[in-house]
């Protein structure tokens, strides 16, 4: 049955999208395992491609068939509806990793000879594909502060001689693992002023704040990326990525996943689909024991400084930027451990309910040190420029009970 989109996206996660009757009744909807699928006649293969392939536009009131699980399946299909209703998207494109997403974002709006604007620090894997392999195709980036203004950025491009050559922004806000803001709103104006007749467009990474906590495309963003395996997936169970935009937009996008072939599976559909039921709930679980393990850390005398949204002062120019563009404080942070690389490790080791591993978003709590581990990558000007120093610790912050988190980390800090 279909329900009025009106309805919260929590209501509408367990079956927007999906028809039971077309599965015989099945409440959920199966894993369609499945390579390809039968036309009901020559000529609806025909339609279906013309459409897949971008020959002509869909009709009005035309209903596009399945062709092959490369092209379109129906758990992608119904996960992706889905995923629109968080970001209030026209359209969604799942991929088989974070890391696909971005790059097919990047191949896609950017052509030889043009720069990628993006703010710094940014996940690593990211930095990596702009600095090490963008520049083998002829394209080059441009990083810039998250304190930089516009008039900053403009003079940053202009220096580098790429007037007229910006292809792309990119940010990734808040910024992994310093937690800093960017102005999603002044990057719209920049991409605007910036275009010298084509449109620039901007594409925002939110996956540290999940489709619950931030809305970029409400602020001017085209293109929402998520590392879907964070709190979209949830669970540490499953590798995935998804781009939000508007029709065009993610139609572009689709058409070159075709070619890529990183679409995800029926599985990570499914997957998925189980993972944004109970979204909105273990998000904001999540985000209140965050709000504790940052007053304890703020707190202790072996921490010099909590990163974390929620402590922002009023008086911060970054403060305007949150309350505008953020609905929570989130549930990541990270701190400095009075010390250094030996301390932060000791720190690290010690640890007995929070697990040491990266990624983030999940149900456990995790803890990783950015410097040797995901941002390990990142030049050591960079490292030093944006605070990824060696007394730094990130900690992604899960469902369990904030008193047990709370107990780990004293104990592991008394350990320093």
Not at 18 to 24: D, G, P, R, V
Not at 154 to 169: F, R, S, Y
Request: glycine share 8%.
């Amino acid at each position: 049955m279909d329900y009025p989109k009106h309805f919260k996206p929590e209501s509408l996660m367990m079956s927007y999208g999906y028809k039971s009757s077309l599965s015989e009744g099945a409440i959920k909807t199966p894993i369609f395992q499945t390579s390809t699928f039968a036309f009901a006649s020559a000529e609806d293969g025909k339609a279906f491609f013309e459409v897949a392939y971008g020959l002509r536009e869909k009709g009005p009131n035309e209903e596009l068939g399945l062709i092959y699980s490369r092209l379109n399946n129906p758990d992608l299909e119904i996960l992706e509806d889905r995923l629109t209703l968080w970001d209030r998207a026209e359209d969604a494109a799942v991929f088989e990793s974070g890391m696909s997403a971005i790059t097919t974002v990047l191949m896609e709006f950017l052509k030889p000879g043009q720069f990628v604007l993006y703010s710094s620090p940014v996940y690593g894997g990211t930095d990596h594909f702009i600095n090490h392999v963008l520049p083998k195709y002829g394209i080059k980036g441009i990083a810039f502060k998250a304190t930089a203004t516009k008039e900053e950025i403009k003079e940053q491009v202009e220096n580098e001689g790429a007037t007229g050559k910006v292809g792309l922004i990119y940010t990734e806000t808040p910024a992994n693992p310093t937690i800093a803001l960017i102005d999603i709103a002044m990057c719209r104006e920049l991409a605007d002023e910036l275009s010298a007749g084509e449109k620039i467009y901007v594409a925002v990474d939110n996956t540290l704040m999940g489709p619950l906590w931030s809305h970029p495309l409400e602020h001017g963003a085209d293109i929402v990326v998520y590392s879907a395996t964070k709190y979209i997936g949830g669970h540490s169970d499953v590798i995935a990525g998804a781009c939000l935009g508007s029709k065009e937009v993610i139609g572009r996008i689709k058409t070159l996943r075709t070619f890529f072939g990183n679409m995800a599976g029926p599985w990570t559909g499914w997957l998925l689909m189980r993972s944004l039921e109970t979204l909105k709930v273990r998000m904001e679980r999540q985000a209140a024991n965050a709000i504790k393990v940052a007053a304890f850390l703020d707190e202790h005398s072996k921490v010099e400084k909590v990163h974390y949204l929620g402590m922002i002062k009023e008086n911060d120019p970054q403060y305007a930027i949150y309350t505008k563009q953020y609905e929570s404080s989130g549930a990541m942070l990270s701190f400095e451990i009075k010390g250094g690389e030996k301390e932060s490790f000791k720190f690290l080791n010690s640890l007995k309910l929070i697990k040491l591993a990266v990624s983030l978003g999940s149900t456990e709590s995790l803890a990783e040190h950015p410097k040797t581990m995901t941002h390990i990558d990142v030049s050591d000007e960079d490292q030093k420029t944006f605070g990824i120093t060696d007394n730094l610790v990130r900690i992604s912050v899960g469902v369990e009970n904030p008193e047990d988190l709370i107990w780990d980390i004293e104990q592991a800090l008394e350990q320093v």
